[in-house]
């Protein structure tokens, strides 16, 4: 497996469990969490596809 995808899969759930304790504070409805995650999850197979090229 790529260094870099294990980085960003690390990444991802660190974001996760980041935006779990934002969404506490701001009260962020389910819709608002996968909406957050989706944009996040495409950049960074975004970020990752341009190191590919």
């Given at each position: 497996?790529?260094?870099g995808?294990?980085?960003?899969?690390?990444?991802?759930?660190?974001f996760?469990?980041?935006?779990?304790?934002v969404?506490?504070?701001f009260r962020?409805?389910?819709v608002?969490y996968a909406?957050?995650m989706?944009?996040?999850?495409?950049?960074m197979?975004?970020?990752?596809?341009q190191?590919?090229?």
């Amino acid at each position: 497996m790529d260094g870099g995808l294990i980085l960003l899969v690390f990444l991802a759930v660190l974001f996760a469990w980041l935006l779990n304790r934002v969404r506490r504070a701001f009260r962020l409805g389910p819709v608002g969490y996968a909406g957050v995650m989706i944009v996040f999850i495409l950049a960074m197979l975004m970020i990752w596809g341009q190191t590919k090229i």
